[in-house]
């Protein structure tokens, strides 16, 4: 087989080749304002995915310059999530970190006359950018002399001035094509408190200036991001030269972020969505974020397929949820125990049958090594009402009034009436078994079509089953707005039962509940009542176009 590289690793080839650099050194450069979603599991994949796969190296680093909505938790949850996701950072860094080194940088460029403060507002500044076609103008104050930049710059950290009255810009070209070349504010005062230098500063690196020194610094050799910075390449190129990096300078390389149909990944809607209390949190197991994915079961293995699955690519496009539920289905298939559960419980009560029964039934027939586990069989059992049909539809395999079906590792049992209650509904069925119809041991000569799950009544778990669907309803009449999309049938509860093994399981557990879908253990459940996330259903919806 012939390993076919995505365009990254096509320029970090030639760069190796042309000896440009030694090793790979990468970075994730999350902001803290929000937990990471399914995007940055992309972003992951592809940045420690690269640091493994050339022996090199990738830091997290938390770029945490902006000092407003950042927070301790988002820090914390941030790093969980990608030791989840199966990374290891080679260092753990902030950004705030440096702000020493950032200045250093801004003194360096004011003194070669590379930058200058300057008075004009944030609107002002704005205003005289000039557009596409026409170039912007040049600041009164752009020829300030490099004395009177360093007094006024210092004046700015010492607090001197107050927020939004000065800034410092690079000076570079307002004509410039690129509009981020129009003399880009470098430094902005802003009186506020960081998490982590408190109040220490009262200017701040903007992003622009901030990220490539950040990068420099580390010795990142290639800075992966998002197609959005694509415009910002040039100034990155600019502010990394100019402040004399050693070489090799890091290398601004952009992919196409990750969309998924009806998925939201925007830290602020998601972050709405929980302040007002719409889902039960971050890790709700209906929200992209990484931490609500886990806590729906969806294994890190079937996330990182999907990332590869889905490729690098230089053009926007957005990927179908089928497509990353398909990958879920497909590594669950392989490791998931099958049990037996029902949604909708029916009774049935086997007038022939008086003793209890242990079977042997196989966990797992994909595994690697097959084990079993023990279900007990008895005179009361549920099975699901759907499987049932007092009047059945042509073609109809399952329970039907003087009908046959097999009881899954079990019985052929055949219905011999229904009983209904007060209010002419069906209330129970009393069926019997057929005499030697036990499966493996069948000698009983009959044939049946249908298969159905059941559940011994008298020694089975309550499970509280949460039927999970995407947050965001389809776009219908060009309703667009994310807020007017949620989908309020996005989680539906039901009362099942199932088999008395679930009451041992554990906190992220994932099984085929047979017949029906993939489910998981949840943290909310109680000694009496289990509760389980729909991960996926069985079928593939997905379909290769
Ligand atoms: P959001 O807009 O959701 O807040 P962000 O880009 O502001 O996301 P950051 O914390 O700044 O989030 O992102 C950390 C890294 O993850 C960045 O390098 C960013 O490009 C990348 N990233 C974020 N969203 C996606 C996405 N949808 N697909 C791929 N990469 C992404
Ligand atoms: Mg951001």
Same mark, same amino acid.
């Given at each position: 087989m012939t390993e076919s590289k995505n365009f990254i690793e096509d320029i970090i080839d030639g760069d190796l080749a042309s000896g440009k650099v030694k090793e790979v050194y990468t970075r994730f450069p999350p902001e803290p304002n929000g937990y990471l979603h399914v995007g940055h599991a992309k972003s992951l994949c592809i940045n420690f995915g690269i640091a493994s796969k050339y022996n090199?190296?990738?830091?997290?680093?938390?770029?945490?310059?902006?000092?407003?909505?950042?927070?301790?938790?988002?820090?914390?949850?941030?790093?969980?999530?990608?030791?989840?996701?199966?990374?290891?950072?080679?260092?753990?860094?902030? !950004?705030?970190?440096?702000?020493?080194?950032?200045?250093?940088?801004?003194?360096?460029?004011?003194? *070669?006359? *590379?930058?200058?403060?300057?008075?004009?507002?944030?609107?002002?500044?704005?205003?005289?950018?000039?557009?596409?076609?026409?170039?912007?103008?040049?600041?009164?104050?752009?020829?300030?002399?490099?004395?009177?930049?360093?007094?006024?710059?210092?004046?700015?950290?010492?607090?001197?001035f107050a927020d939004g009255s000065k800034v410092l810009r690079a000076k570079i070209d307002m004509a410039s094509p690129n509009l981020n070349m129009r003399d880009p504010v470098i430094y902005r005062v802003l009186h506020a408190t960081h998490h982590n230098t408190g109040d220490k500063w009262c200017i701040y690196p903007m992003y622009d200036f901030a990220h490539p020194i950040e990068d420099a610094h580390e010795g990142i050799t290639h800075s992966i991001c998002t197609l959005e910075f694509e415009d910002h390449r040039p100034l990155y190129d600019w502010v990394v030269r100019e402040c004399e990096f050693p070489d090799p300078l890091p290398q601004q390389i952009e992919f196409a972020r990750l969309n998924i149909t009806n998925t939201i990944m925007s830290k602020r809607y998601l972050k709405r969505l929980?302040?007002?209390?719409?889902?039960?949190?971050?890790?709700?197991?209906?929200?992209?974020?990484?931490?609500?994915?886990?806590?729906? $079961?969806?294994?890190?293995?079937?996330?990182?397929?999907?990332?590869?699955?889905?490729?690098?690519?230089? !053009?926007?496009?957005?990927?179908?949820?089928?497509?990353l539920d398909s990958c879920v289905r497909d590594n669950l298939n392989m490791t998931a125990d099958r049990v037996m559960a029902v949604l909708e419980p029916l009774k049935v009560v086997l007038t022939n049958v008086e003793d209890k029964e242990v079977l042997e039934v196989e966990n797992n027939p994909n595994a690697e090594t097959i084990t079993h586990r023990q279900v007990t069989f008895g005179k009361n059992i549920y099975i699901d009402r759907s499987d049932f049909a007092l009047v059945p539809p042509p073609k109809y395999f399952r329970l039907k009034p003087d009908g046959y079906v097999r009881l899954k590792g079990a019985y052929i049992i055949h219905c011999d009436e229904v009983v209904y209650n007060d209010s002419g509904d069906v209330d129970y069925l009393k069926c019997s078994i057929v005499p030697d119809s036990k499966s493996g041991s069948d000698t009983s000569g009959m044939k049946v079509k249908g298969v159905i799950q059941w559940v011994d009544a008298d020694n089975c778990v309550d499970l509280e089953v949460r039927q999970l669907?995407?947050?965001?309803?389809?776009?219908?009449?060009?309703?667009?707005?994310?807020?007017?999309?949620?989908?309020?049938?996005?989680?539906?509860?039901? =009362?099942?039962?199932?088999? *008395?093994?679930? !009451?041992?399981?554990?906190?992220?557990?994932?099984?085929?509940?047979?017949?029906?879908?993939?489910?998981?253990?949840? =943290?909310?459940?109680?000694?009496?009542?289990?509760?389980?996330?729909?991960?996926? $259903?069985?079928?593939?919806?997905?379909?290769? *176009?």
């Open positions: 090199g190296k990738c830091n997290l680093r938390f770029d945490d310059t902006n000092p407003a909505k950042e927070d301790e938790e988002y820090v914390e949850s941030i790093k969980r999530d990608i030791e989840w996701l199966g990374f290891k950072w080679d260092k753990l860094l902030f !950004a705030s970190d440096y702000f020493d080194v950032i200045y250093d940088c801004a003194i360096k460029l004011i003194k *070669k006359g *590379k930058a200058y403060v300057c008075d004009l507002s944030a609107e002002e500044i704005k205003n005289t950018r000039g557009t596409l076609t026409q170039p912007g103008a040049e600041s009164p104050y752009r020829n300030r002399s490099v004395e009177e930049n360093l007094r006024l710059f210092e004046g700015m950290k010492n607090g001197e929980v302040d007002e209390g719409k889902v039960m949190g971050w890790d709700d197991p209906r929200m992209p974020t990484l931490s609500g994915m886990r806590r729906r $079961g969806i294994p890190a293995a079937a996330l990182r397929d999907f990332c590869e699955r889905i490729g690098v690519s230089k !053009a926007n496009s957005e990927v179908e949820s089928a497509y669907e995407g947050l965001l309803t389809d776009v219908v009449d060009g309703v667009t707005d994310f807020t007017e999309r949620f989908n309020n049938n996005s989680m539906v509860i039901v =009362k099942g039962k199932g088999e *008395k093994c679930l !009451a041992d399981s554990t906190e992220g557990k994932t099984y085929q509940f047979m017949r029906i879908g993939y489910y998981v253990y949840d =943290k909310d459940s109680t000694d009496d009542v289990k509760v389980f996330n729909r991960v996926v $259903g069985l079928k593939d919806g997905f379909k290769a *176009k």
